[in-house]
């Protein structure tokens, strides 16, 4: 079993900054690990993934030059800078594991998943 828990989430003016950090407990492994986000009565939705050991990151066109996600397997953390903020980026983030090496957008591909942090985004 791997345990995920989130942090970094808060309230934040639109054109503003956040990183979200995502702590990996129990058997850790360093597999392939990705960000998702849910705004209330919407579907949730892929955000960024990166791969087990860094080396190739992917993001939806909706947030592409303006966050990053990074991960230290050292720590067992992967992180979402989050940069240039808007009021549309206004979700519940959730972090999530896959049991593989390769990266994935979709959320059925991930097994394991935090309990989420809130972001908002005021205008």
């Known amino acids: 079993q791997v345990q995920l828990v989130e942090s970094g989430g808060g309230l934040v003016q639109a054109g503003g900054s956040l990183r979200l950090s995502c702590a990996a407990s129990?058997?850790?492994?360093?597999?392939?690990m990705g960000w998702f986000r849910q705004a209330p009565g919407k579907e949730r939705e892929f955000v960024a993934a990166?791969?087990?050991?860094?080396?190739?990151?992917t993001y939806a066109d909706s947030v592409k030059g303006r966050f990053t996600i990074s991960r230290d397997n050292a720590k067992n953390t992967m992180y979402l800078q989050m940069n240039s903020l808007k009021p549309e980026d206004t979700a519940v983030y959730y972090c999530?594991?896959?049991?593989?090496?390769?990266?994935?957008?979709?959320?059925?591909?991930?097994?394991?998943w935090g309990q989420g942090t809130q972001v908002t985004v005021s205008s």
């Open positions: 129990g058997r850790t492994f360093s597999y392939a």
């Open positions: 990166v791969s087990w050991n860094g080396g190739s990151t």
């Open positions: 999530a594991s896959r049991s593989a090496f390769v990266i994935s957008t979709t959320a059925s591909a991930y097994r394991y």
